[in-house]
């Protein structure tokens, strides 16, 4: 990977740092307000960010990228158990910790700690899942 | 426009909220931006697995392969870091302005006014003095990591990349995030915020 290029991903991960920050998408309340249902923001960031992403592929697919290989989507798998279980379980910690993978980082770089600890429960529950992977049903 | 007017309208733009029509456009746009820039995927999640593959000892097979070709999304994680230092640290907004039922019933649980992005009984330096709030973190977490992995993605992934790709997967996930969630949200977490507290529950 050429340096500019890791230069253009770090520079599109601070536009999501900040985005996810100044939305307050990365706030606790905001999370268990739509979990509650008491506001549409949440909704309202996720509908419109799936609307512009859906723009954005059906505009580039088949196109070549700046790095050079050709833009595609792959389709996901489909075994049905892996999403409904494991996407239960992630929803579970989701409402429970206030947050997804993306805010807790901003959040470590936004100056609270508190989500390093966060974030060592999600490296360790990523280990266990490889540990346990070929004995679950996917 | 003079500089000194420029630095006053970022400060005013960096202390706002942005309303979910701004914010939620660019959080799209992440996903033609990292299309357009090398055909990669926006999926924060993965990163969770390139740091377990990057434990140089004995490690599953799941995380046995070159985690330096995934480089281009952990320098995208460490933007999201500095992003948030950017915006968190360098301007803190006002405080969260909630619905006011879900504020009456999240102070039932022992928490109080929104003072910052996050509950400071929970989240901030002294809150970890309480080995309860590490349980919190770690079990929260866990599930996280654990459930990330397990369904194929999170919510960048699935619910905004799969569901704008018309991966039917992802829109099954992002169905099963919100049973979770709500079991999570109205269920568990009343109860695990007063354990924490000392408040009601």
């Known amino acids: 990977m050429r340096f500019i290029f890791g230069v253009a991903y770090f520079l599109v991960g601070v536009l999501g740092g900040v985005t996810l920050v100044q939305s307050q998408a990365a706030s606790w309340y905001r999370?268990?307000?739509?979990?509650?249902?008491?506001?549409?923001?949440m909704?309202?960031?996720?509908?419109s960010a799936i609307v512009v992403a859906m723009i954005g592929i059906r505009l580039l697919q088949g196109k070549r990228s700046l790095e050079g290989p050709e833009i595609r989507i792959n389709d996901k798998a489909r075994t049905w158990t892996r999403y409904i279980v494991g996407g239960t379980i992630f929803g579970l910690g989701w409402a429970l910790a206030g947050a997804c993978p993306g805010p807790t980082l901003a959040l470590i770089g936004a100056g609270w700690p508190a989500y390093l600890v966060l974030f060592a429960g999600m490296i360790l529950g990523t280990w266990v899942y490889g540990l346990l992977r070929d004995a679950l049903p996917h | 426009m003079s500089a000194k007017r420029e630095v006053k309208d970022v400060q005013e733009i960096m202390t706002q909220l942005w309303p979910w029509y701004v914010s939620g456009p660019l959080l799209g746009l992440i996903v033609p931006l990292l299309l357009w820039l090398g055909n990669k995927d926006f999926g924060i999640s993965a990163n969770l697995r390139h740091v377990c593959a990057m434990w140089p000892g004995k490690k599953p097979a799941f995380f046995q392969y070159d985690w330096k070709s995934q480089a281009w999304n952990l320098l995208f994680a460490l933007g999201l870091l500095a992003g948030g230092f950017l915006a968190g640290y360098l301007y803190p907004g006002d405080p969260v302005s909630l619905n006011g039922t879900v504020l009456e019933r999240i102070k039932s649980w022992g928490l109080d006014d929104p003072q910052a992005l996050v509950p400071v009984?929970?989240?901030?330096?002294?809150?970890?003095?309480?080995?309860?709030?590490?349980?919190y973190l770690l079990l929260g977490g866990f599930l996280i990591g654990f459930g990330a992995r397990y369904g194929g993605g999170c919510t960048?992934?699935?619910?905004?990349?799969?569901?704008?790709?018309?991966?039917?997967?992802?829109?099954?996930?992002?169905?099963?995030?919100?049973?979770?969630?709500?079991?999570?949200?109205?269920?568990?977490?009343p109860g695990l915020v007063a354990w924490i507290t000392g408040g009601a529950g």
């Open chain 1, 43 to 47: 909704y309202g960031m996720i509908l």
């Open chain 1, 31 to 41: 999370i268990q307000e739509m979990f509650q249902f008491g506001a549409f923001h």
């Open chain 2, 156 to 189: 960048s992934g699935h619910a905004i990349t799969g569901i704008a790709a018309w991966q039917l997967p992802s829109l099954v996930a992002v169905v099963f995030f919100f049973v979770g969630g709500l079991i999570g949200a109205w269920w568990i977490l």
């Open chain 2, 121 to 135: 009984k929970l989240f901030a330096l002294g809150a970890l003095a309480s080995w309860k709030v590490w349980v």
